[in-house]
């Protein structure tokens, strides 16, 4: 069975390629199906936004499509940027000054701690939808370092390690990021599934 994947973004895609493949999953991007429709992230939870995102593309596509929303939750921000990670700080921005605007809000703070969140939602055609969720602890760096990663990752300390998302290589990030985690638990439920026909 072949999956389509609900995100443009190319980091997500690198990510969730490499993983799903590592559970026996094939996916197709939306771009290789000629699908350019815009989801509206309309939704207040990671839950709710994934199944928008995964029932769109599944619709236009006729395929299984799985989808993901994610961010990071900041303690000291009241769990902000949270589902607005991709926005936090303005539309018109790019991801170097979203997570230097990050870091201007919290100068100063002495408490740092955080999560990466990652929601998996996966509708069929048949109406069947399996979700599943990751989270990673960390802490935010008072400084950005490291060049690998995406989004956030400078500036997110990795609980254990001694170094951010952005130091790891791409195969230790899918160990131990949010998305692996919820990608995984995701393969796991849809191999548990097959026999109902999901």
């Known amino acids: 069975m072949i999956f389509a994947l609900a995100t443009t973004n190319s980091g997500k895609i690198k990510e969730m390629r490499e993983i799903l493949s590592g559970a026996g999953i094939d996916v197709v991007s939306r771009d ?7 989801v509206e992230e309309t939704g207040t939870t990671f839950l709710e936004n994934a199944l928008l995102k995964a029932e769109a593309i599944c619709a236009a596509s006729g395929l299984p499509a ?5 961010g990071l939750m900041v303690d000291a921000l009241d769990g ?5 990670s991709s926005s936090y700080g303005g539309e018109d921005i790019n991801a170097h000054e979203r997570y230097m605007y990050l870091l ?9 701690r955080a999560k990466f969140v990652c929601t998996i939602a996966c509708a069929f055609p048949n109406g069947a939808k399996l979700t599943a969720t990751g989270e990673c602890h960390g802490k935010i760096a ?16 990795v609980d254990g390690s001694g170094k951010t998302m952005a130091e790891l290589s791409a195969e230790e990030k899918n160990a131990i990021s949010h ?3 919820a990608l995984r638990r995701f393969g796991t439920l849809l191999n548990g599934c097959k026999e109902i026909e999901c």
């Open 80 to 84: 902000a940027p949270g589902v607005w």
């Open 179 to 181: 998305r692996g985690i």
């Open 66 to 70: 799985i989808a993901d929303d994610s």
């Open 142 to 157: 008072a400084v950005p370092r490291g060049k690998g990663g995406f989004g956030y990752d400078p500036v997110f300390l």
């Open 104 to 112: 201007d809000k919290m100068a100063g703070m002495e408490q740092r």
């Open 32 to 38: 290789e199906l000629g699908i350019g429709i815009v």
